[in-house]
């Protein structure tokens, strides 16, 4: 049989588990927020790599906010990049409908170039 008591002095609650008193200890819920690709990419390198500061920031309840910020950063990033670097490349509309095969080679190639960029300054350093 379980019994619920609280503590005065702390106002921590207690479950009688068997001859012991166990604290009822849950962390706060952490905020909602959603996570992308870049976020999920950076938490599976934290966790494989920087395990202290994956723990302490799940730990902090800070994790998931910490998540959704580095993928909104990198996704303004690799948006900014995408759009500066096909201005210097030349690569407009107008080469789209003259030659669509060359335009779609040309974005992957800045696309996959504006990744890197993103994958190196925000996602595994």
């Given amino acids: 049989m379980n019994r619920q008591n609280t503590n005065e002095k702390t106002d921590i609650?207690?479950?009688?588990?068997?001859?012991?008193?166990?604290?009822?200890?849950?962390?706060?819920?952490?905020?909602?927020?959603?996570i992308g690709i870049w976020g999920q990419r950076r938490r599976r390198y934290l966790k494989e790599h920087h395990r202290i500061l994956y723990y302490n920031l799940l730990t902090a309840c800070k994790l998931n906010r910490y998540l959704a910020d580095i993928d909104r950063q990198a996704e303004e990033l690799f948006f900014r990049l995408v759009k500066q670097m096909a201005e210097r490349a030349g690569v407009t509309e107008t080469l789209k409908a003259q030659d669509q095969m060359e335009w779609i080679g040309r974005v992957n190639s800045i696309r996959n170039r504006a990744a890197e960029v993103v994958y190196n300054d925000l996602i595994y350093n």
């Fill in 13 to 34: 609650r207690y479950t009688l588990q068997g001859a012991y008193n166990l604290p009822d200890l849950a962390l706060p819920t952490e905020e909602g927020r959603p």
